[in-house]
């Protein structure tokens, strides 16, 4: 089961750290020094700006055309 978590990002030293609150951790057995997974909803238009770097998109680049529709 999972559930959706609206934490705080706070400072830690000279690192970041999400502040999870107690109720959740108890709910799902997690204690101090476990390892979790987190997952964060990227807004669209990072993950845009994200893509470009690895794929290499052109903006600037003309809609792909098929030479013969008859094709697909």
Known sequence: MSRVLAGKVRRVG?????????ELLEESGASEGDTIKLSLAIPKA????????I?????????FLREKRDRF
Do not use: Q
Not at 55 to 63: F, S, V
């Open 55 to 63: 794929a290499g998109k052109d903006r600037k680049a003309r809609p």
């Open 14 to 22: 000279n690192s970041m750290a999400v502040i999870i609150p107690k």
């Open 46 to 53: 990072r993950r845009e700006i994200g893509l470009e770097s």
